[in-house]
């Protein structure tokens, strides 16, 4: 036996070791299909703001002259920053010669209503000043009436676009509007080309050319910052990744412009399109535990198993120990249903009680028969309203004020009698709004039968926080006699259950001079953790 026990344990310990290898294998091809979603994913929504791009030149190229409103009327339909969000809005970037910046400012005053400059200064033959971002907010108007050509990232992406008539990106550049961003990020942008319809007049100072290339008029571009376009597009996905990091470009040269948690050594490599650029992004997910885990517990399956073959006495033994819990728990089971059929037989007759104090209190108050049956249906009805939201649990909390104010009023204390019983808002959850509706109706129900609410003597009732929980307190004075509670009752022994396994409180009562005093204290639920 025991040599087959062997032979059986190393069986399933080579299994155990092939599939060990499978499962790793598994899980990091998954893996990496899953950076190739989120890669796809990037590209998609990369390729949404280029066609975004694409239908913004489509649109100036029909009337170039009234592209301001018609470009805003446009965005605010399509509305991208809702159906493809990560772009920092979408501008023109109009042609100009050398220093004759006069029709670029005009267009600025049209499109915004204030003189701005064109800026800065250059030695390029031409510049392509920005006149139009949209949507308009107060970070982005200071890149209004920026000349792009003058600065060398931007002016070669915009030659490639320009030569290729196809969308390109340029290299990590601090885009113009984060001069009034609290927290800066690299930031990259995304040209088009508007080539001019018509062949260039004589002296016109809004055509750039260039020796075997078409005349371009203006740009339509996008500035985007890395951090929140990356944010954008993945969302959520985010927390589900270990670590990410993102490149402008492949090699050990190429600059870090995103990143978020820890890299660990499976990570998977994936190209990003950036227009005519390709980027790099490094993903890694960390799940070296969910990789071995599946190989780990075949593993120790078969150890437990070449154990069982010598241990099966104590196998037997946890066998009769479940049973003997089993039965244990259908014992505490057969209680707690004798307790709650008892409970039930006692809050019948508590209630055909209360119903005949309420009566008798509601005659008192009444002036006629027909007040006395307006006052009595409508106390029932609250009564019934009130057992019905303890029964459904129809609410997620409910306030410690609203039980104790339902209960007096039912009992027929006053308005000014029920302003005077205050304290600050408690919420109860399900379990602990049910102990202390039935622990206040029980002592509303004994003070109606036998103390202040029956008419003789006096009823204060409040709660407070000291700490960390809350104290109730009740405390009936000037009784004709003093309480006897040297025996609890069947319902007291239920709502000290209920106080003690429900709220996780104590409760304590003392009689003494004519007076009762319960306090019951339990842990506050919204308190700080």
């Known amino acids: 036996m025991a040599l087959l026990v062997r032979f059986v344990g190393l069986v399933i310990l ?84 050398a220093a004759t910046p006069a029709a670029l400012e005009a267009k600025l005053r049209e499109n915004y209503g204030e003189d701005i400059k064109v800026w800065p200064a250059t030695d390029q033959p031409i510049g392509f000043a920005v006149v139009l971002v949209e949507p308009y907010t107060p970070r982005r108007h200071v890149a209004l009436g920026f000349d792009m050509y003058s600065e060398p990232v931007r002016r070669e992406a915009m030659r490639r676009a320009w030569q290729t008539g196809q969308p390109a990106a340029s290299g990590i550049v601090q885009l113009a509007q984060e001069k009034a961003a609290k927290v800066k990020q690299p930031g990259f942008l995304i040209y088009v080309p508007v080539y001019t319809r018509e062949p260039e007049g004589p002296g016109s ?30 969302g959520s996905q985010l927390d589900g990744i270990d670590g990410i990091e993102v490149y402008a470009g492949k090699g050990p040269s190429a600059p870090l412009v995103f990143s978020k948690g820890k890299m660990g050594w499976d990570a998977h490599e994936q190209t990003l399109r950036v227009a005519d650029r390709r980027w790099t992004m490094r993903i890694s997910y960390g799940r070296l535990l969910e990789r071995l885990g599946r190989p780990l517990a075949i593993l120790l ?60 209190i509601t005659l008192r108050e009444s002036e006629s028969l027909e007040d006395f049956e307006t006052r009595f249906d409508g106390r029932m009805r ?9 029964v459904t649990g129809a609410v997620d909390s409910v306030d410690l004020g609203r039980i104790v104010h339902r209960e007096l009023e039912l009992a027929g204390r006053s308005p000014e009698q029920l302003a ?51 104290e109730l ?19 007291t022994q239920f709502i000290r259950t209920l106080i003690e396994r429900q709220l996780k409180g104590s409760w304590d009562r003392n009689a003494a001079d004519h007076r009762l005093a319960i306090t019951i204290r339990w842990p506050d639920r919204d308190a700080p953790a």
């Not at 371009?216 to 500035?223: H, I, L, N």
């Not at 049910?434 to 006096?458: C, M, P, R, W």
């Open 382 to 390: 609250a009564l019934s309203d009130a057992k019905q939201m303890l």
């Open 473 to 491: 307190s009740w405390v009936e004075s000037g009784l004709p006699e003093t309480p006897h509670i040297d025996c609890e009752s069947f319902g």
């Open 205 to 234: 100072n809004t055509v750039a050319t260039a020796r075997g290339v078409r005349p371009v008029e203006a740009f339509v571009y996008a500035p985007f910052r890395t951090r929140d376009m990356m944010t954008a597009v993945l």
């Open 301 to 360: 399956f078969g150890v437990a198993l070449a154990l069982l073959a010598t241990q099966l006495h104590r196998v037997q033994r946890r066998r009769l120990n479940a049973f003997q819990a089993l039965a244990a728990q259908r014992a505490r089971h057969a209680e707690d249903r004798e307790l709650m059929i008892g409970e039930m037989a006692h809050r019948m007759k508590n209630a055909f009680a209360r119903i005949g104090a309420l009566a008798r």
């Open 14 to 97: 080579l299994a155990a070791l092939a599939a060990a290898a499978a499962s790793f294998l598994y899980n990091q091809s998954d893996e990496a299909d899953q950076a190739a979603l989120v890669a796809t994913q990037v590209n998609m929504r990369l390729r949404d703001h280029v066609t975004v791009l694409e239908g913004v030149r489509a649109l100036y190229q029909s009337d170039s002259a009234a592209s301001g409103p018609g470009i805003r009327a446009y965005l605010a339909a399509l509305r991208p920053q809702i159906q493809a969000p990560g772009m920092e809005g979408v501008g023109i970037a109009a042609a100009m010669r």
């Open 420 to 470: 005077a019983v205050t304290g600050p808002e408690v919420r109860l959850d399900d379990e602990g709004a049910q102990a202390l509706s039935l622990a206040i109706h029980e002592f509303v129900t004994n003070s109606i039968k036998y103390g202040a609410l029956a008419g003789e003597g006096d009823l204060a009732v409040g709660w407070r926080r000291i700490g960390e929980d809350i």
